[in-house]
């Protein structure tokens, strides 16, 4: 029986050469492809595939954030971090969300086809470029942490600092989440409280150092970033 697998990345090249790549594999299929991890989480929730691969930089709801809530509406899906990023950091926050592994898009191919058999056998993979930088970011965890960590937010929270500074007005971001221009008002006004920021471009580079945001938003490519 095939591995069925969902690939979710916000540049449809990407998707679309993974399919093509994983398409030759006998025991791998894919059955669903989603441009963010709104739509990851979704589709994740109605398929049930074995494994989602996603990236950690996406818009509307980051990889990490998309893991937690896969892991939390459907147990049994295996999640997989396919990201450029290599700091120990992300993939610290991305295993401790409940992934299965992290692969790096430097990695080969196989590497990654490995990373799916290795998640479908309840394995965990890492990148070989990796495996030294967690083991020393493990060692380091007795040291205290930082103020201002995204630990210190709720999901609702981050959720919530990512399309801040992605750019999104009260009035949209009410919208997509389904809750009034009062309700963000008041979650805006706690997150500043808990990080003491005090303007949007502070909680826009904190959303890019905590990796709640990119700079690979295509509008940053294109255009300033609203600070």
């Given at each position: ?7 979710a ?16 594999e ?5 059955i669903?492809?989603?441009?963010d ?6 589709l ?34 295996r ?30 191919y ?11 056998a ?58 009034s221009?009062?309700?963000v ?5 706690h ?37």
């Open positions: 029986m095939s591995i069925r697998v969902v690939l990345d916000d540049h449809r090249i990407v998707r679309d050469g993974l399919a093509a790549l994983l398409a030759r006998t025991d791998i299929e894919v669903g492809q989603a441009s991890g709104l739509a990851a989480v979704r994740a929730r109605q398929l049930q595939p074995d494994v989602v691969v996603t990236d950690v930089s996406m818009p509307g709801l980051n990889g990490v954030e998309a893991i937690r809530r896969i892991r939390a509406d459907a147990p049994a899906v999640v997989l971090c396919l990201s450029v990023h290599a700091e120990s950091r992300m993939v610290l926050a991305v295993l401790e969300a409940g992934a299965s592994g992290y692969v790096l898009k430097d990695d080969s196989d590497d990654l086809a490995l990373a799916i058999r290795k998640a479908m309840d394995r965990v993979h890492l990148s070989a470029e990796l495996v030294g930088l967690v083991v020393s970011a493990v060692r380091g965890r007795g040291q205290p942490q930082q103020d201002g960590h995204a630990s210190v937010l709720t999901p609702r929270e981050r959720e919530m600092v990512q399309l801040l500074s992605e750019g999104l007005s009260t009035q949209q971001i009410a919208q997509r989440l389904h809750v221009p009062k309700t008002a008041t979650h805006r006004e997150v500043m409280q808990k990080l003491e920021i005090c303007s949007l471009a502070e909680l826009t580079r904190y959303a890019l150092r905590e990796g709640l945001s990119s700079l690979d938003l295509p509008w940053r490519n294109s255009a300033r970033m609203p600070l």
